[in-house]
C-alpha cells in the first residue's frame, strides 16, 4: 500500500534550514470526500518566497504553522474524484505542499495540458515564474522600447523570463547574476545585451558600463548591496518593481533597506512591490502571451530538474540560496 510522505514544519529557523527544522513524516494516503479529488503529486515547485512563509511575521501570506506540512505549489496528477470539474488523469497545477498525495476541493487548482508542454515549465515559464515576470514588468515596470532594463537574480526562475521579456519588448536589457556561467548563458542562450556578474566586487563601476545612460526599469529580485548598486544608476523617471529580495530572506539581523533611497527623490524614480496573486484574474492573458512566444520560438523555458524524491527537498530547496540553479527550480518526486 502507497504511503503518504510529508515534510512539515518543525521549527522556525534562523537563517537558512536545518534538518531540525522538518519533520518527515508517512501517513495513510486520503481518502476524497464530497466535491473533493485526490491528487498524486509529480514535481514540486521550489521557490525563494518558501522561506518567508516559515517565519511568524506578517506576510502577504500567513506563515506555515509548526506542524504542518510545508506550502508548497505542484503539478499533480488526479487519482480519485468525487469533483465534477476534475476527472482521474487530469494533470492539475495547485498548491498541493510538500507530499506525495493531497486532497482538494478545486479552489485555486487548474487543469494543465501537459501535450503543450512539459509539466515543470507550468511551473516556471508557463507558470508562477512566467506570470510573475509578465505582470511585473509590463503592468508594474511598464518599459518602453529602446530604454534600458536591469533584472537581478536574472539566471532565476522569474528572472531568466523577465529579460526575455524585456528584449520581445525591444529593451536592452542587462542582467546580474552570480558567476561568470550564469553570465555567459544569459548573453549567450537567452539573448541579453550583457551580464554582470555581482559576485566579481566591481557591480556599481559594471552597471556603469553597461548601462551609461542610466537604468530605466530595474526589476528587482535580490534586495541589498545590489538593489543599492541600482539606486545609484536610476534615469530620471526610472521605476524599480520589487519582486523579491533573496538576499535577505536568510538573514539573522532582519531585512536591511536602502541607504541611499533618496535617488528615488534626485532621479524622480518610483519603487513598486507587487505579488502575482493580485492578478489572478488576470492569468489566461499572461499564460496566452507567454506560450504564444514558447511556440515561436522567442522565449525559451528553463526548468531545473533535480530528481530523487520528497527525501530530496531539504537538500534542494537549500539551492535555491546558494545560487545553484539557472532558471526554474523543480523537484521531481
Known amino acids: 500500500m502507497p504511503v503518504n510522505a510529508q515534510y512539515r514544519l518543525a521549527a522556525r529557523p534562523s537563517g537558512l534550514p536545518k534538518d531540525e527544522d522538518w519533520q518527515y513524516t508517512e501517513d495513510a494516503v486520503p481518502a476524497p470526500g ?3 479529488f485526490l491528487v498524486e503529486v509529480k514535481y514540486l515547485s521550489l521557490d525563494p518566497a518558501m522561506r518567508t512563509w516559515m517565519n511568524p511575521g506578517r506576510s502577504y501570506v500567513p506563515p506555515v504553522g509548526i506542524g504542518e506540512v510545508m506550502r508548497a505549489a505542484g503539478i499533480a496528477e488526479v487519482v480519485e474524484s468525487n469533483h465534477p470539474g476534475f476527472k482521474a488523469g487530469q494533470s492539475v497545477f495547485g498548491t498541493f505542499g510538500v507530499q506525495n498525495f493531497a486532497v482538494s476541493d478545486g479552489k485555486d487548482v487548474q487543469v494543465v495540458d501537459t501535450s503543450l508542454a512539459p509539466a515543470p515549465t507550468f511551473l516556471g515559464t508557463l507558470g508562477i515564474s512566467g506570470i510573475t515576470a509578465y505582470f511585473g514588468l509590463f ?8 530604454q534600458t532594463v536591469v533584472v537581478s537574480a536574472a539566471a532565476g526562475s522569474v528572472g531568466i523570463v523577465t529579460g526575455q521579456l524585456a ?7 542587462v542582467g546580474i547574476a552570480g558567476g561568470p556561467e550564469k553570465c555567459r548563458t544569459l548573453v549567450e542562450e537567452y539573448g541579453f545585451d550583457a551580464a554582470v556578474d555581482h559576485r566579481a566586487g566591481n557591480l556599481r563601476a559594471d552597471l556603469k558600463e553597461h548601462a551609461p545612460d542610466g537604468i530605466d526599469v530595474f526589476f528587482d529580485n535580490v534586495g541589498g548591496d545590489v538593489l543599492e548598486a541600482a539606486l545609484a544608476r536610476l534615469a530620471r523617471g526610472a521605476r524599480i518593481v520589487l519582486s523579491g529580495a533573496v538576499s535577505q530572506y536568510n538573514s539573522t539581523e532582519g ?3 536602502p541607504a541611499n533611497y533618496m535617488q528615488l527623490l534626485v532621479r524622480r524614480a518610483s519603487m513598486t512591490g507587487f505579488v502575482f496573486s493580485d492578478y489572478a484574474d488576470r492569468y489566461p492573458e499572461a499564460i496566452e502571451a507567454l506560450a504564444g512566444w514558447v511556440r515561436e520560438g522567442r522565449l525559451k523555458a528553463r526548468e531545473d530538474v533535480v530528481t530523487g524524491g520528497i527525501a530530496k527537498f531539504p537538500e534542494t530547496l537549500l539551492r535555491l540560496f546558494r545560487g545553484e540553479n539557472t532558471g526554474k527550480l523543480v523537484l521531481a518526486l
Do not use: Q
Open 139 to 146: 503592468d508594474v515596470g511598464r518599459p518602453e522600447p529602446g
Open 167 to 173: 528584449k520581445i519588448h525591444g529593451c536592452r536589457v
Open 34 to 36: 464530497d466535491g473533493e
Open 255 to 257: 531585512p536591511r533597506g
